[in-house]
Structure formats: C-alpha cells, structure tokens
C-alpha cells in the first residue's frame, strides 16, 4: 500500500528491474570511470615520484652551497621546511688506475640518499662506508658487504653499494660515502626537504632571496612530480583533464536519467491529471536519483579499484619487483570526494529531466505527443530514397528527425565517449614524444678510449679480443670506444674485470657498466607506457559499454511503437535494417562530432604542454580512425540484443503494455 506519492519513485525501481539496471550501469560507469581516473592519477603521481627518486638517486628538494650562519640559521627555523641535512666532498684519493672522491654526510642527509643505494645500507657512523659498485676490483680483491678495507691510511666496514653512475666510470672516479657529525659553517652544501603542505613555489622563492642564483640547486623534475601545480603549464593541463572527466560524468548521468523520464511522460501525464503538482513530481524524480545513486557509487568505486588491483596484479608478474612501483593506492579523501561529486552530479543532472517532467501537459503526456515533432508533409524529391530497398532508411532518417531530444541524448553518449578517447590518446602521444620517458642505453657496456691518438689497427685488434671474452655477446665499434651487449647481464660486474684484466693492461680505457642504470629505465619506461595504454583500455572499455548502454535503452523504449509498425505490414526484415541504420547514423554523426571536438581539445592540452615539453601539434589521425571505426561497430552491436528481444514479442501484447 502507498503512504506517500514519494514511495511511487521507489516502487517504479522496483517494478521496471530491467529499466532500473540500465539506469543504474550508466551511473555505475560515471562513478566508475571518474574515481578509476582519480585514483589512477593520485597512484601515477606516487610511481612517478618514487621513479624519480629512484632514477637520480636523491630526494631533497633544495641544495644551498656557500651557505653562513644566517642562512643555516634560517633554514633551520623555517616552519615550512620539514628537514634538512649537510653534506661534503672531501679530497680525491688515488687507487691504483682509477681515484675515489670522499663524500660526507649526516644522519638527515644519508636519509636523502637511500636512493642511490644498490644493495645493504648507508653508514651510521664514521667507520662505516658504501662505495660505487664498480670500485669493488679496484679497492680490494673480492671485496663484500661485511668485510673492512683500508683507504687513505683510514679503516672502514663496507655496508652498502651505490648505484652505478656513466658518469663516475666515464671519468674513473667513484665515489665512497661515509658519516659525518660536525661540519664546519659553509662546508658542503645544506640538502632541504620542504613540508608537503607548504606552498613549494613561496619556499623556493624566500630561499633564492638569502642567497645568490649560483648557488642553489633545484630538484625541478622531483618537485614536478610531488606539485604539479607548481608548474602553470602542467596546471592547465590538470585542470583540462579534470574538466573533462566531470563534464563527461555529469552528461552521462543526464543520459540515463532523461530516456528515463522521457519513457514515463505518460505515466507523470496521468499523475498530474489525478491532482500531483510539479513539486511533488520533481520530487519523485529527485528521490529515484538518490536512491539509484547510494547504490551506484559503491559499486562504481569496488569496480575501479579491482580495475587498479588487476592492474597491480599485471605489474607483479611483468617486472622483477614490480610490487615495488605500487600505484594502486586507496586514497579515501579522493574517494570521499569522487563520492560527493557524483553525488551532486547525479543530482543535478537529475534536476533538469525532473524539472521537465513537472512542467508536462497533462493532456499532452497521456496523448504520447510530446515527444514528436510535427512535421509538414514535404513532396520526395530524392530518387535514391524512393527505392524500395532504401525505405527502411528513409524511415530511420524520420525517426531521427522526429525525436530531436532523444537523438541529442543519444548521440550525447557517443560524442563524449569519443573525447575521451581521443583527449587521453593524445596525452599519451604527448607523454612519448616529449621523452618523458627515457630511453636505455643500447649497450650494457661501454669501454671509452682514453688515448688522444686512436689507431684503426689497435681498435680492430680490441674489437676481437672483446668478442672473445666469454660472456660478451655481440661489441662494435662506436666514435669513442666500444659497445658491448652481453649474455648474462647478472655477471656484468665479472665482465668489467675480465676486460680491465685482459684490456686495461695495454691500453687506458674506461669502462661504464650500464646494467643498473638501463634496468632502472627500462621499469620506469614499461612503467609508464603499461599504465597509460591500460589507461587508454580502461577509458575505451568505460565508453564502449555507455554507448552500448545508452543506444540499448533508446531501443527498447521503443518496443511500443516498433510493434505498432509490424502491426500495419512492416516485415521483421525491414525492421531490422531501419534500427541497425538508426544506430549507424547515431555511430556515425556522433562520431564525427566526437572528433571535432577531441582534435581542438588535443590541440589545447598541446599547447598547454608547449610550456613543458618541445612537442608540436598534429591531427590525431589513428585516434580518429580508430574512433570512427569503433563507434560504427559498437553501434551495430548495441541493437543486435534488443533487436532479438522485439522479434520475440508478441505484437497485440506489446501494444496493450501501458
């Protein structure tokens, strides 16, 4: 029994389950689809900050060198500076062929260098030390962490291996970290690690006010990735993507809501005849969105994070330690916010459908005409039309013309799917094409020549002593030296010895072993190119099922008066061809207006991008193809299930239906 005409919301839900799912997936994929964009962009920027540490091996913020008291004073001081450590280069000791740099640090400095660590753990006292891993030979034979080792009359317990540096082996000069407590005023350099909540560009700003523009260092590329907002460019481009991503949840939603309204205008028609004012029919409008919406947002977000997790699950399997770039990071004030603003996005596009079914005639709703638009009876000029075969078109071309509304909601669905697609395609192309990701080295050796006068003769006779060493795959010949790919890349440093031994005897040659830093590029590349093209996926299957979505509700709205039309002759066969051609056109103009609209929205993001990156704009013509394409196949799909549906109706059944 009804109390309240507010529980006629709640009873239709019930009574129309299959109208109410269809309803409830085009809210799910708005919620689905923004909170996967939220938490994926929130668990992008952890992988990029930790990528980005891990690849320079440094995570301060700020380095000031020639620094007094005043300026350590204020740095020390400075509410928005979360800490700070000290950090020296000492003297250049000799071993053997090669030297070795002394560099000093405290307790808060050796924690911005946890980074650069290859293997076991920094030093916590004076005679502890981690050193280049490649100056292992040269220190002391079969040197291990654990063992002690003299260097410049001073013992020291090894405790940990620094990352390879091109650098440092270029110029056989590695490098030995070791704990330092007291440093005198103005010796090295002071590291800063700003507060996360502070204004980083104000910090930045007042520490370049207390000393000259020489010197002090900028982590420009770890900052980027912490605040993008620091950057106006990458603001811009933020704030694009997100305006994008809200507008195309809120026109989704709108979609849903308004076929629905639309199918029930008789039914509101009648509520308004037996006495329900347009308050209170807004209202029953208003309370089927809350209630679809409490529903659908749970379920919207459980959905984006098994995307996420699949996703993390997917990392583990492809890279050695692929638990350690973890993205997938449940962050709950961005779910409590995607929450709210679903929430609200439901609501208001709810309110428009629901302000249009308040304003309803009543004698209009009930007649069923108030969705048709009369048209004046024009004389077929079109020979091609007049054919018997092409009635099934001419008749889907008036469907269309007739019901301007339901075209636009339709076409809405494949016109945002469309940007989408072709708005992110073009950040991936931006994210490639302006080496945001970089390359590895094409050799995991590289031996330079430090002789100034190089014979062709000796160069060859290096090249074959090279091919013969016994983990060495493939070496040729390059402008300085000499690359080499090997078999094993575990046993690089094996190699690296053989060479010097067999090599580095009668020639002064350098040798930079690329393994660690190529591995470290080679995850940060896959890194980023498998979450943007899992992105790309995640987007394209989200707007493949709204447009599936929406074209099936269109159809099956329609069971009514597609009934009515096989009822005065129209065979099964006709029928068909006019829906699938209904469905082409919605495919093909929504399509069409979809890439209008995404190319000029690839053109701001590029521009936008321009104050980033050196990248120049082009017509995105695979992401247009393929979204063309797309559009017309997922068309024709989307009516093959509602069209077995009506051929399964009974037609005297179909038309009684209220």
């Avoid at 981690?130 to 034979?141: F, G, M, Q, R």
């Avoid at 063992?147 to 317990?157: H, I, M």
């Avoid at 309803?360 to 020979?383: D, G």
Wanted: charged residues 20%; glycine residues 6%.
């Amino acid at each position: 029994m009804i109390n309240s005409y507010k529980q006629l919301g709640t009873k239709y839900l019930k009574g129309n389950m299959k109208r109410t799912i269809l309803t409830l997936v085009g809210i799910v994929l708005s919620v689905s689809l923004i909170s996967t964009i939220g938490l994926f962009m929130k668990g992008t920027q952890l992988s990029q900050i930790e990528g980005t540490k891990k690849l320079n091996g440094i995570s301060f913020h700020v380095g000031i060198s020639n620094y007094d008291e005043a300026i350590l004073n204020k740095v020390r001081f400075n509410p928005q500076i979360e800490s700070f450590g000290l950090m020296s280069q000492g003297d250049t000791v000799p071993v053997g062929e090669v030297s070795v740099r002394m560099n000093f640090a405290d307790h808060h400095a050796l924690n911005f260098l946890t980074y650069s660590l290859l293997d076991g753990k920094l030093p916590s006292n004076a005679h502890e030390a981690a050193i280049d891993s490649w100056l292992i030979p040269y220190i002391k034979e079969d040197l291990q962490i654990g063992d002690s080792f003299e260097l410049d009359g001073k013992t020291y317990q090894l405790v940990g291996l620094l990352n390879n540096s091109g650098f440092t082996q270029k110029n056989k000069e590695g490098r030995l970290l070791t704990y330092k407590s007291e440093f005198a005023i103005g010796e090295g350099r002071i590291l800063i690690e700003i507060n996360e909540k502070a204004d980083f560009n104000e910090v930045i700003d007042e520490l370049k006010s207390i000393t000259e523009d020489n010197n002090i260092v900028i982590n420009t590329q770890l900052i980027q990735a912490l605040k993008p907002e620091t950057n106006q460019s990458l603001l811009i481009m933020l704030v694009i993507v997100v305006s994008i991503v809200v507008i195309s949840t809120i026109v989704v939603i709108y979609n849903a809501f308004q076929i629905s309204v639309v199918e029930r205008m008789k039914q509101f028609g009648l509520l308004r005849s037996i006495g329900a004012t347009r308050k209170q029919i807004r209202q029953i409008v208003m309370k089927e969105a809350a209630v679809l919406a409490f529903i659908a947002i749970p379920i919207g977000i459980v959905c984006s994070l098994l995307a996420l997790a699949i996703l993390q699950a997917f990392f583990v399997i492809l890279l050695d330690k692929g638990s350690d770039i973890f993205f997938f990071n449940i962050d709950w004030k961005i779910l409590l916010a995607i929450s709210i603003l679903t929430l609200i996005a439901v609501l208001v596009s709810s309110y428009f459908p629901a302000f249009f079914a308040g304003r309803i005639s009543p004698l209009l709703a009930i007649s069923s005409r108030l969705s048709i638009k009369k048209e004046r009876i024009k004389k077929q000029n079109n020979k091609v039309l007049r054919k018997p075969f092409s009635f099934p078109l001419n008749l889907a071309i008036k469907n269309i013309k007739r019901n301007k509304n339901r075209y636009i909601v339709t076409i809405l669905s494949i016109v945002i799917s469309s940007v989408l697609f072709i708005t992110f395609s073009s950040l991936m192309d931006i994210a490639f094409s302006s080496k945001l990701v970089n390359d590895p080295s094409e050799s995991d050796l590289t031996i330079y020549l430090q002789e100034e006068n190089n014979v062709s003769s000796e160069n060859l006779e290096i090249l074959e002593q090279l091919k013969l060493i016994k983990n060495v795959s493939e070496a040729s010949e390059q402008d300085i030296g000499f690359k080499i790919k090997l078999k094993d890349t575990d046993q690089s440093l094996a190699t690296v010895e053989d060479i010097q031994k067999t090599i580095g005897k009668k020639h002064d040659i350098a040798v930079v072993n690329n393994f660690e830093e190529n591995k470290a590029k080679h995850e940060e590349a896959l890194t980023i190119k498998v979450l943007v093209y899992a992105f790309i996926v995640v987007i394209s299957l989200i707007g493949s099922v709204n447009i599936l979505n929406t074209i099936t509700i269109s159809i099956m709205i329609r069971r009514k008066e597609l009934a009515a039309l096989k009822s005065i002759g129209m065979s099964q066969r006709d029928l068909k061809k006019m829906i699938i051609y209904e469905a082409l056109f919605y495919g093909f103009s929504g399509s069409l207006q979809g890439i209008f609209y995404g190319c000029i929205l690839s053109y701001i993001l590029y521009t936008a991008a321009s104050g980033l990156f050196k990248v120049e704009w082009s017509i995105p013509y695979n992401a247009c193809i393929i979204t063309f394409v797309a559009a017309l196949l997922i068309s024709y799909l989307s009516v093959l299930l509602p069209l077995r549906r009506i051929q399964q109706d009974n037609i005297i059944d179909t038309i009684r239906e209220e």
